[in-house]
């Protein structure tokens, strides 16, 4: 019964954070704040009441109607805010969808751009750190003023305007960022806004657009399945949704199946659909493009953001774009190719000089490297294990001393954790690390953080679904007791730290489970990263055998390599504990 006793304490633990997200998240719904006088924080908690909890998220998957119902409904609110659609056409918008690399896509788009001398919005999703970098002037996330004063004018309108016949008078979260992006970007007079799409694309309440200057798509794949459908297929022709009558986009090399979907779309709706050429063809003849974010995969991203922005320029009637290398239009697989042409240096300094946080990023500190990827689908998790192994093929070797390699991993929603594993195990971790999305066991003292739409119980027991599905691929026998004698006794006030571990033997990694994401990096840190330093940790911290071992391990270790991916949230906690900065 060690193990059943165990449990119930951990679940207690668990049952105190749960009472702080429920009262954070009726508390601002009751209290009223004054433009003047509230706070940026004040500002999230009360945006965080419009997250949807995750009983009825499950509801509405069940009992979904008719989905073009979802943009009807957004347009109202837009007019009850006080914009018509027509006013986003002053916005001359690149909207871009796909299902991996299309925030990519957009900072390399959004850079490009800025460097021609344009003010530039950019809509991305989801956070990292701060809500207010979704919404960003001249790639700078908007200040907390700003966010603060825009939010509280839409909010008090929409409560002003709202029907005493409904029941809904607030859109959802992340509506109601899209809303506010619309009117930073026209009071702040952009000369162009890059809209990222949330989920999908003909249905997605930034689809509302109805002339944008150019569309793009990037690579497809199988993500969102509850949503759009469970082929490649399906998923094109959902993204396929934003293509509109007249406004060229742009295509990267997709699957036969896919693109086949998005050529017959895109001939329904009378849009001028091309393929980008590789950026191979547009380096021919000229020096190689440096490319701000690594990885291979980037490329693909690259070509599509420079058809894009040269397009962009080209139907505004912009000088500089590019010598073109092709006279005569060329057709492959049934759809005409985007011009080849050679990039202007403005062009390749904004290549060069993107930034996009979370994605292929590493940090180096001290015998610590930080390897942060937000890859959460099979082919986007492929990309992040080839970007690792060739940064590891890349970085300079120890003269004496062991190196160590750790992964820190979580997935969420309904993918597939055990497939996005399988992929990763060829890297030989010698420590698999699995944690939720949880900055601290308590978000109290950071909205940003908070997430109402999964229960602390649901995302504690997936991360021990991960460890076990670790195991069963690490062909090792699983433990009878999760929870090992030797962890805390009840009414240990650190009985969260570590909730739960898998031997370590030869040949095999050993496993953890912590209860939050500052526990894990202590853990995996050990002091050693001379910008996080938390508090020495409890004892209570190494009660397990994996722990207090590998805990020897990592501080003797002459270099650690830690790859951090499986969830853009998990990458956002770890970067605001790593780079305190982000959250100032």
């Not at 433009?35 to 945006?47: E, H, I, M, W």
């Not at 004018?153 to 409560?159: A, I, M």
């Not at 979580?410 to 699995?434: H, I, M």
Request: proline share 6%; charged share 20%; glycine share 8%.
């Amino acid at each position: 019964m060690k193990g059943a006793r165990s449990l119930a304490t951990c679940w207690t633990g668990a049952e105190k954070v749960l009472g702080i997200a429920a009262m954070e998240q009726s508390g601002p719904s009751t209290r009223t704040f004054s433009a003047k006088t509230a706070s940026f924080q004040d500002a999230v908690r009360t945006l965080n009441t419009l997250q949807t909890n995750a009983g009825y998220l499950e509801q509405v998957k069940r009992q979904r109607g008719d989905p073009q119902t979802q943009l009807d409904t957004m347009k109202l609110y837009l007019a009850r805010s006080g914009l018509q659609v027509e006013d986003l056409d002053q916005l001359n918008i690149i909207h871009v969808t796909g299902t991996k690399g299309k925030g990519s896509t957009c900072a390399f788009t959004e850079r490009i751009l800025r460097s021609y001398g344009l003010k530039t919005g950019f809509f991305s999703s989801p956070h990292l750190v701060q809500v207010r970098e979704r919404i960003r002037i001249n790639g700078r996330p908007v200040s907390p003023e700003l966010f603060t004063k825009h939010f509280w004018h839409l909010y008090h309108r929409l409560e002003e305007t709202k029907d005493s016949s409904s029941c809904v008078s607030m859109p959802a979260y992340f509506r109601f960022l899209t809303l506010m992006a619309f009117h930073i970007f026209l009071q702040e007079k952009v000369d162009l806004a890059v809209m990222e799409v949330g989920i999908g694309g003909a249905y997605d309440c930034t689809n509302i657009i109805r002339k944008p200057v150019v569309c793009g798509i990037s690579s497809l794949g199988i993500d969102h399945t509850s949503l759009l459908g469970d082929t490649v297929e399906a998923i094109a022709w959902q993204k396929g949704g934003i293509f509109k009558r007249g406004v060229p986009a742009f295509t990267v090399l997709q699957p036969d199946g896919p693109l086949a979907v998005l050529r017959d779309r895109a001939q329904q709706i009378s849009c001028p659909l091309y393929l980008c050429p590789p950026l191979e063809a547009l380096e021919e003849g000229g020096p190689p493009l440096t490319l701000g974010l690594e990885g291979e995969h980037q490329r693909s991203n690259a070509a599509l953001a420079l058809q894009l922005a040269r397009c962009w320029l080209q139907q505004k009637g912009h000088q500089g774009l590019g010598e073109l290398k092709m006279s005569r239009p060329s057709v492959l697989r049934q759809m005409p190719l985007a011009p080849v042409f050679q990039p202007t240096s403005h062009m390749r300094h904004g290549l060069r000089d993107t930034e996009w946080l979370g994605r292929t990023q590493t940090l180096q500190r001290g015998p610590l490297t930080w390897y942060l990827d937000g890859a959460h689908t099979v082919s986007s998790v492929q990309a992040c294990v080839r970007w690792f192994r060739q940064a590891l093929h890349r970085s300079q070797r120890p003269n004496r001393g062991r190196e160590v390699r750790v992964l820190l991993f979580n997935s969420t929603g309904n993918r597939d954790s055990e497939a996005l594993l399988k992929l990763l195990q060829p890297c030989q971790f010698d420590y698999a690390v699995f944690c939720p999305n949880l900055t601290e066991v308590s978000s109290a003292s950071n909205a940003d953080q908070q997430n109402f739409m999964v229960t602390l119980d649901q995302v504690l027991l997936r991360c021990l679904a991960h460890q076990q599905h670790w195991s069963h691929l690490d062909e090792e026998p699983a433990s009878p007791d999760l929870w090992s004698s030797t962890s805390p006794e009840p009414g240990d006030e650190h009985t969260s730290l570590l909730l739960a571990s898998r031997p370590h033997h030869p040949h095999s990694t050993g496993s953890l489970v912590f209860s939050c994401i500052s526990h894990a990096l202590q853990w995996i840190s050990q002091g050693r990263d001379p910008v996080f330093q938390p508090p020495s940790p409890p004892p209570s911290l190494l009660a397990h055998p994996v722990a207090g071992s590998g805990a020897g391990v990592l501080r003797e270790a002459a270099a650690i390599h830690v790859l951090v991916t499986g969830s853009l949230h998990l990458v956002g906690g770890v970067l605001k504990l790593l780079d305190p900065s982000l959250s100032q």
